[in-house]
């Protein structure tokens, strides 16, 4: 078995390629999970209460426009910068 954890035909523009799809795919989750999370508290306020539709829109803004915050302020960040291969 060989000693070192890479591949020997592994170049190093394939693992900035991994690198860099591995980022993308992770960001696009967590928005999607800012917009599911926007979208099921809309859908919890406005069909599961008596808050009706206005609430659960307002709710539903309140909860994406703190995603966006977040994505913007710290979670956009990837912890893949910070072991380099």
């Known amino acids: 078995m060989a000693a070192s954890a890479v591949h020997p035909s592994t170049t190093e523009p394939e ?3 991994h690198a ?3 980022h993308r ?4 989750v967590k928005w999607v999970l800012v917009f ?3 979208f099921l ?3 919890t306020i406005t069909f599961a209460t008596a808050g009706g539709f206005w609430l659960g829109t307002l709710c539903g ?3 994406f426009a703190i995603g966006v915050w977040a994505m913007r302020s710290f979670l956009a960040h990837s912890t893949e910068s910070d072991n380099p291969v």
Do not use: K, Q, R
């Open 15 to 17: 693992l900035a390629a």
């Open 36 to 38: 599911l999370a926007a």
């Open 20 to 22: 860099m799809a591995y």
């Open 25 to 28: 795919f992770m960001l696009g």
């Open 41 to 43: 508290t809309w859908s």
């Open 61 to 63: 803004i309140v909860v």
